[in-house]
């Protein structure tokens, strides 16, 4: 199992500089996701993430305004990316505990392909142990 | 206009958490997971002296995958959170429910009420209740128009 065969998933949603974090949890909310990315100016700007866990921690724990508080001023940027598709699992689980995170940015070239989240990979994982499990009852 | 409800009583949605046995295989742990897309399994206790355990996705990726393990050789007990972060006070805010995630750093905190179970907490329910509530206050401030 690699990199490549976790990035199934639905596209990642983008919002645009100027979002509000309120925006971002109604995005949130409507797509079924846990983050959401922050687009980036020119080629010179490095997009940002912002996730579930920081919306909880950095605004709503404080107590913050989520109107009044623009999403580029708590996102994570520079993403946490990878660029090898051809990664084992094990590196992409590694790198998330490394980092201490749970998605991470995959670029081919210079494009933001997908977000893999841990979701993904478990997914993945249950897809294998189940497959070996369906193949040796059929042998039987 | 009502009283906007922001208590941990109101956001608390779920009721129940599939569980999962201590001595199971994360094998298992996986495919629980992934079939009832719940990403938390609570961990029954033995007997009244022990604790509630959780096994959370982020324990398996952190502490199996990552290591390079595999998941039929590993037990739940061997990767689980115990015992449980938990609040009592059903009144809270929602502010400081928040709060309480972010120092003990879990995603899922489990509610009790005056020592009865009652319910989880998620970030996903403290997410969609600030939506809900952003949304409510909207409808409340716009004029009301009736056509008949």
Known sequence: ?????????PPAVILNKESTVMD???????NKTRCVVIDREDTGDAYGL?????????????????????????????LIASNNLDLGVRWVAKKMANEEVSQLAIFEGEDLKCIVSD?????????????KDSSEEEEK | MTEIDRTLRSIVKEFKMPSISHDSSVANAIIEM????????????????DAY???????????????????????????????LVILTNLDLDIRWVAK??????????????????????TSKVILEAIYYLEKRHKLDDEPLYVSC
Do not use: N, W
């Open chain 1, 1 to 9: 199992m690699e990199l490549r065969d976790l990035c199934g998933g």
């Open chain 1, 24 to 30: 971002a949890i109604a995005a949130m909310v409507e």
């Open chain 1, 50 to 78: 912002l996730t579930i866990t920081d919306i909880i921690e950095d605004v709503i724990a404080r107590g913050l305004e989520p109107l009044k508080l623009k999403a580029a001023d708590i996102e994570s940027k520079p």
């Open chain 1, 119 to 131: 979701v993904d990979i478990l997914k993945a994982f249950a897809k294998k142990l189940k497959g």
């Open chain 2, 34 to 49: 992934t079939d009832k897309e719940a990403y938390a399994l609570l961990v029954p206790r033995k007997d009244k002296h």
């Open chain 2, 53 to 83: 355990g959780i096994i959370t996705k982020r324990d398996i990726i952190y502490k199996v995958i990552a290591e390079g393990k595999d998941p039929k050789e590993v037990k739940v007990s061997q990767i689980m959170s115990k015992p």
């Open chain 2, 100 to 121: 309480a995630m972010a120092d003990s750093k879990v995603s899922v905190i489990a509610v009790f009420d005056r020592g009865d179970f009652y319910g989880f907490a």
